[in-house]
């Protein structure tokens, strides 16, 4: 197996397993993987990750910006990063915050 393929084996088990069980439990805004994905991947871009990343990103993301996504991940399961601020952030790149949103 190559380091890549370790790369995206560790991305699916974080986003599909590991954070949508967490979910409940933490009062997490979202809960499915494609969401914590956007949400990852968003932050890692600093913008929204479909206008630097083809899909799907998992295969186009460099090995670095799905490196950063991943930590950013392990992070908020270890409760270092606040996933709700998170996806606020990502929300807000894609411009779809309100102000009441705030």
């Known amino acids: ?6 790369l995206e084996q560790r991305w ?7 954070m949508p069980a967490a979910a409940p439990a933490r009062h997490w805004p979202v809960r499915f993987d494609h ?7 968003d932050n890692a871009c600093g913008q929204p990750w479909r206008e630097v990343i ?8 460099d090995a670095e910006l799905l490196e950063r ?3 950013l991940g392990e992070r908020a399961l270890a409760g270092d990063e ?3 601020e998170l996806n606020r952030e990502s929300l807000r790149l894609r ?3 309100t102000e009441r949103d705030n």
Request: glycine share 2%; hydrophobic share 50%; charged share 25%.
């Open 69 to 71: 996504a991943i930590t």
């Open 82 to 84: 606040d996933l709700a």
């Open 54 to 61: 083809a899909a799907p990103a998992y295969r186009n993301a």
């Open 35 to 41: 969401c914590f994905q956007r949400i990852l991947l």
């Open 12 to 18: 699916f088990a974080l986003t599909r397993e590991e």
């Open 95 to 97: 411009g779809k915050l």
């Open 1 to 6: 197996m190559t380091d890549r393929d370790l």
